[in-house]
């Protein structure tokens, strides 16, 4: 069972930057796709970003898109989402999934999720 703990969510100004880490235990990180989703109050759950298990591949949502940008420290068991030039459009609740397969995240199926850490832009 693995299991995922998001950090580095905080309060910034509309402007700023943040970079948010996923820290993978119980299972064989270099074996899963990443991905990072966020959840504003009163929307549903949106996909970000995905990453392959190697890191060679990555692909992110237009919302996003030149902003954000996802990595992963397999040695670290780690996944990164460095976010700029936030927008107070930006907050919500931000999570990391990890899947088998790459397609698995796009369909919004992982196998597991994070418990979520909280992002809060302000005008």
């Known amino acids: 069972q693995v299991q995922l703990v998001e950090s580095g969510g905080a309060w910034v100004q509309a402007g700023g930057s943040l970079r948010l880490s996923c820290v993978a235990s119980g299972g064989a990180f270099d074996q899963l796709s990443m991905g990072w989703f966020r959840q504003a109050p009163g929307k549903d759950r949106e996909l970000l970003a995905r990453i392959s298990w190697s890191g060679s591949g990555t692909y992110y949502e237009d919302v996003v898109k030149g902003r954000f940008a996802i990595s992963r420290d397999n040695a670290q068991s780690t996944v990164y989402l460095q976010m700029n030039n936030l927008k107070p459009e930006d907050t919500a609740v931000y999570y990391c999934?990890?899947?088998?397969?790459?397609?698995?995240?796009?369909?919004?199926?992982?196998?597991?999720w994070g418990q979520g850490t909280q992002v809060t832009v302000s005008a």
């Open positions: 999934a990890a899947a088998k397969l790459l397609m698995k995240l796009s369909a919004y199926q992982p196998e597991y």
